[in-house]
């Protein structure tokens, strides 16, 4: 566990430093939480109500389009895991996150994070930054799939999260970067 909360602190420092007090108020309001392989954090038609910062595994957020899973972001060690339009607007999410291996984090409640951003400008800096890392991430990965071809996207996963190459399923990975299982398939035998 002190692993865990000593890479809560390492990483929340690189977004904006806390002092010890403001970490351990931060701490007091995050839940650990384990989630074992396909488990949910968030389905379809519920309120998205938290983060997930994760110490263990990695998540996808996915959308079901005509019974297709279409994953657009997973999360690692390390990330924020959570969607942010039902975050912000506290509407029903039509995304999902699930487990994509056994995972665990500190759970971090909508309502409990915007008290601290209430109690003190520190924290409202931090959220505000972690917001504008979570929209420039997703950023970058609609600039990828508009922008590059199948092959470029596939090059750029390997040059820029090739853990997410390692240890996600190759179906998730083809929806990721817009392309079918069989077509990623080829580009990886082509690179071999």
């Known amino acids: 566990m002190d692993d865990a909360i000593n890479l809560l602190k390492t990483t929340l420092h690189n977004f ?5 007090k403001e970490f351990k108020e931060f701490l007091k309001i995050s839940e650990y939480k384990t989630l074992a392989k396909k488990e949910f954090l968030l389905q379809n ?20 389009i005509n019974t297709k899973e279409i994953y657009t972001s997973f999360f690692s060690v390390s990330n ?9 607007s506290q509407n029903t999410s039509n995304k999902n996150i699930v487990a994509i291996s ?3 984090g500190f759970f971090i409640k909508r309502t409990e994070l915007l008290q601290l951003y209430d109690k003190s400008i ?25 922008s590059l071809k ?10 820029h999260n090739p853990e997410l190459i ?27």
């Open 166 to 192: 390692q240890q996600i399923p190759i179906q998730y990975l083809a929806s990721y970067i817009g392309i079918a299982r069989e077509t990623l398939s080829r580009i990886r035998r082509r690179m071999l």
């Open 102 to 104: 056994n995972t665990e």
């Open 45 to 64: 038609g519920q309120y998205n109500h938290g983060i997930l910062f994760v110490t263990k595994g990695i998540l996808g957020l996915y959308e079901l």
């Open 80 to 88: 924020f895991a959570t969607e942010i339009s039902s975050l912000a």
């Open 150 to 159: 199948p092959e470029d996207r596939y090059k750029y996963l390997l040059e």
């Open 122 to 146: 520190s924290f409202e800096r931090l959220g505000r930054k972690l917001l504008e890392h979570l929209l420039s991430e997703q950023h970058t990965f609609t600039t990828m799939l508009t």
């Open 16 to 20: 904006h430093k806390l002092t010890d």
